[in-house]
């Protein structure tokens, strides 16, 4: 099994611009998940799925974040406009809803200059 | 909701000592409990689990025991090598296991 995709793995950019960032989970996990980690924050829940249907975004810093998940093989985190302060390493992890396991993937380094 | 208390890092051990990393939790209900570990540039995977009071989780030597009465997951691992130099997460998870609560993280490196 490939494991969890994330892709890009490092993006830079320039305040102001749009960033995506993609995630393909586990094929037959019927969760997802996205978190940030910044040393300051420690590891945040941003939002989950399950079964393709966001359950609990609370935890969605503001309006400029958005997340989809239009099927179940594929997921993405878009922040519009990106700022400084969203620099941080952006993981995606997807489980066996109620295995508790959830297998995260390698990550993507988002720096915003 | 649930949320949890992690000892503070960073660990500094030298090899083969012994390892604790406390962990307290606080939940309505009686949530399962893992730990996770993140090893340098990588995503965090799953290290152990207990779904219920007294249940010990194990792996690669680590172990943890769920204790409702203190409610804490406390990590040891009798004798630390190199290759455990991580970071390590203690998370309570609530009744469908997706309402996850990871801790600070507690950063372990092990000297020669």
């Known amino acids: 099994d490939a494991g969890v995709i994330q892709s890009p793995r490092h993006e830079v950019t320039e305040m102001g611009q749009e960033v995506t960032l993609r995630c393909k989970p586990i094929?037959?996990?019927?969760?997802l998940f996205w978190y940030r980690q910044t040393m300051m924050r420690g590891l945040e829940l941003l939002i989950y799925f399950n079964n393709n249907v966001p359950i609990d975004d609370s935890g969605m810093p503001e309006d400029r974040f958005s997340a989809k998940m239009p099927n179940a093989s594929f997921s993405t985190l878009k922040i519009q406009p990106s700022e400084p302060r969203d620099s941080a390493v952006y993981f995606c992890a997807s489980s066996l809803a109620a295995s508790g396991e959830q297998f995260f993937g390698p990550g993507t380094r988002l720096t915003v200059l | 909701g649930d949320s949890v208390t992690q000892m503070e890092g960073p660990v500094t051990l030298s090899e083969e000592a012994f390892l604790t990393i406390n962990c307290t939790y606080t939940?309505?209900?009686?949530?399962?409990l893992f730990w996770y570990v993140q090893y340098p540039g990588e995503g965090l995977q799953l290290l152990l689990k207990?779904?219920?009071?007294?249940d010990k989780g194990s792996n690669k030597g680590f172990e943890a025991t769920y204790r409702k009465e203190t409610t804490s997951f406390h990590l040891e691992k009798g004798s630390v090598q190199v290759s455990d130099s991580a970071v390590y997460f203690c998370?309570?998870?609530?009744?469908?296991?997706?309402?996850?609560?990871f801790g600070a993280g507690t950063r372990l490196t092990v000297k020669p």
């Open positions: 207990a779904t219920k009071a007294d």
């Open positions: 998370a309570p998870a609530g009744w469908d296991n997706n309402d996850m609560r």
């Open positions: 094929s037959g996990h019927n969760s």
């Open positions: 939940a309505t209900g009686y949530p399962s």
